[in-house]
């Protein structure tokens, strides 16, 4: 069992930046940030192994960066240049458990 509990959302404008982050209840290989935005899938976003290796999606890439504190189990989420169609909820995840999410909403 893993507990995650994401923070850092709310309300930017077009442009702004965003920082948010996952605490897990124990250490794990892998974890993902996905988002869902309403009416759509759920998907991934980025994702980082225990020693750093990452994977983003194509549209965030170079907008987003992914982190992870071992030593704390905390997992980030930097979000830069941000845009209106990065509007979702955004959950972390690893193995089968998932957070609650945080709503990251980009709006003038």
């Known amino acids: 069992q893993v507990q995650l509990v994401e923070s850092g959302g709310g309300l930017v404008q077009p442009g702004g930046s965003l920082r948010l982050s996952c605490a897990a209840s124990?250490?794990?290989?892998?974890f993902g940030w996905f988002r869902q935005a309403p009416g759509k899938q759920r998907e991934l976003v980025a994702s980082?192994?225990?020693?750093?290796?990452?994977i983003y999606k194509d549209s965030v890439r170079g907008r987003f960066t992914i982190s992870i504190d071992n030593a704390k189990n905390v997992v980030y989420l930097q979000m830069n240049d941000l845009r209106p169609e990065d509007t979702a909820v955004y959950y972390c995840?690893?193995?089968?458990?998932w957070g609650q999410g945080t709503q990251v909403t980009v709006s003038s």
């Open positions: 995840n690893t193995q089968k458990f």
């Open positions: 980082i192994t225990s020693i750093g290796a990452t």
């Open positions: 124990r250490s794990s290989s892998v």
